[in-house]
Antibody, heavy 122, light 110 residues
Framework: EVQLVESGGGLVQPGGSLRLSCAAS????????MNWVRQAPGKGLEWVSY????????YYADSVKGRFTISRDNAKNSLYVQVNSLRAEDTAVYYC???????????????WGQGTLVTVSS | QSALTQPASVSGSPGQSITISCTGN?????????VSWYQQHPGKAPKLMIY???KRPSGVSNRFSGSKSGNTASLTISGLQADDEADYYC??????????FGGGTKLTVL
């Protein structure tokens, strides 16, 4: 069974930092593209970042570029995002979401974790 | 990257069909066959319902179908059921190698 379990969220002051993690199981993690997607309270979904299966290709939304850093450890079946210089508008539930395998020309995020809440407030 | 445009709400009675539109531009929806649709019940994670414009993941009911014409994609739900009541989001790959979501549509089953 595919499982994605996020952790690392919490309350942080403006300007602070956190490292969010996503532990993957039930599939060959190293073969799949991965993403972070966030959802502010009562708002819609916002794509945040993408990382290729090998980690060699990375993309960010303009809203987080320069402040967030996505990474993965295929040996540990884990996805990460380092979130720095946090602002009130970064308050959201952060989901990790599985993309397609590297050998499949497709799109769509087929599995999602339960999310981890990041609250930025003084 | 601006969000894709979806109606804020749609409604229908059990057994009826509804369609949710998702409008972008030639740099996203119109430029790629990489449109996806997600269902989200309150307090839950999103669930993939349609990918690559028209494809259904295993386990998703064939009452859900997707299409695209120009810069507008659509999700159609036929034979509405009470459990279909949820928020629906479209998403598209973009020419900037990013993804963009729509603002979401709240479906009410009357």
């Amino acid at each position: 069974e595919v499982q994605l379990v996020e952790s690392g969220g919490g309350l942080v002051q403006p300007g602070g930092s956190l490292r969010l993690s996503c532990a993957a199981s039930g599939f060959t993690f190293s073969s799949y593209e991965m993403n972070w997607v966030r959802q502010a309270p009562g708002k819609g979904l916002e794509w945040v970042s993408y990382i290729s299966s090998s980690g060699s290709t990375i993309y960010y939304a303009d809203s987080v570029k320069g402040r967030f850093t996505i990474s993965r450890d295929n040996a540990k079946n884990s996805l990460y995002v380092q979130v720095n210089s946090l602002r009130a508008e970064d308050t959201a539930v952060y989901y990790c979401a599985r993309g397609p395998p590297y050998y499949y020309d497709s799109s769509g995020f087929d599995y999602w974790g339960q999310g981890t809440l990041v609250t930025v407030s003084s | 990257q601006s969000a894709l445009t979806q109606p804020a709400s749609v409604s229908g009675s059990p057994g009826q069909s509804i369609t949710i539109s998702c409008t972008g531009n030639s740099s996203d929806v119109g430029g790629y066959n990489y449109v996806s649709w997600y269902q989200q019940h309150p307090g839950k994670a999103p669930k993939l319902m349609i990918y690559d414009v028209t494809k259904r993941p295993s386990g998703v009911s064939n009452r859900f179908s997707g299409s695209k014409s120009g810069n507008t994609a659509s999700l159609t739900i036929s034979g509405l059921q009470a459990d279909d009541e949820a928020d629906y989001y479209c998403s598209s790959y973009t020419s900037s190698s990013t993804w963009v979501f729509g603002g979401g549509t709240k479906l009410t089953v009357l």
